[in-house]
């Protein structure tokens, strides 16, 4: 069955940076676009960025954009998320999601989610 | 402040019918682009409820079911059952902000 796992969360300061990790399996991860999106503390749902199938394109929130970068290596069936000069307002449950739809035709829906890895943003 | 606006909670008794709001504008719902609904638990991963403004991936109830019209869309539950009890997201995809884009969420409580 479809499963992905995040992880690399944890407890770092204000300026700092952390990579998150979404392990997938179960499908064949070379073939679908991957997204993260993430939960602050008692707020709503927030899209951070996606990247194509076949990593060729990326697109991010204004929020993140050039501070956070979307990798996957699909040797590994494994998406990335590089989070530099963090931010206490990047305090989130972060989700890693598999897109069954077209981003570039603006159709993008999620029919799997990780978990989420908890980034706490902190000094 | 969501690009969709959700109302913050509604609630229902066990066995009847809510429904659940997600207004947008000309750049997304009202551009056409399709609307999707999911379930939130705390400590689980969010659950897709219907894609493509009214479609049901397999293994979710005839009991939810979705609706679009001009620059808003709705979310039916009908026969609430106490494991209802959820935050629910509407998504789409906004051509301004060139993102996808959510609700603010709703919480739904089962009398």
């Known amino acids: 069955q479809v499963q992905l796992v995040e992880s690399g969360g944890g407890v770092v300061q204000p300026g700092r940076s952390l990579r998150l990790s979404c392990a997938a399996s179960g499908f064949t991860f070379s073939s679908y676009g991957m997204h993260w999106v993430r939960q602050a503390p008692g707020k709503g749902l927030e899209w951070v960025a996606v990247?194509?199938?076949?990593?060729?394109?990326?697109y991010y929130a204004d929020s993140v954009k050039g501070r956070f970068t979307i990798s996957r290596d699909s040797s590994k069936n494994t998406l990335y998320l590089e989070m530099n000069s963090l931010r206490d307002e990047d305090t989130a449950v972060y989700y890693c999601?598999?897109?069954?739809?077209?981003?570039?035709?603006?159709?993008?829906?999620?029919?799997?989610w990780g978990q989420g890895t908890l980034v706490i943003v902190s000094s | 402040q969501s690009v969709l606006t959700q109302p913050p909670s509604v609630s229902g008794a066990p066995g009847q019918r809510v429904t659940i709001s997600c207004t947008g504008r000309s750049s997304n719902i009202g551009a056409g682009y399709d609307v999707h609904w999911y379930r939130l638990l705390p400590g689980t991963a969010p659950k897709l409820l219907i894609y493509g403004n009214s479609n049901r991936p397999s293994g979710v109830p005839d009991r939810f079911s979705g609706s679009k019209s001009g620059t808003s869309a709705s979310l039916a539950i009908t026969g609430l059952q106490a494991e209802d009890e959820a935050d629910y997201y509407c998504q789409s995809y906004d051509s301004s902000l060139s993102g996808v884009v959510f609700g603010g969420g709703t919480k739904l409580t089962v009398l």
């Open positions: 990247i194509w199938y076949d990593g060729s394109n990326k």
């Open positions: 999601a598999r897109d069954l739809g077209h981003f570039e035709r603006g159709g993008s829906y999620f029919d799997y």
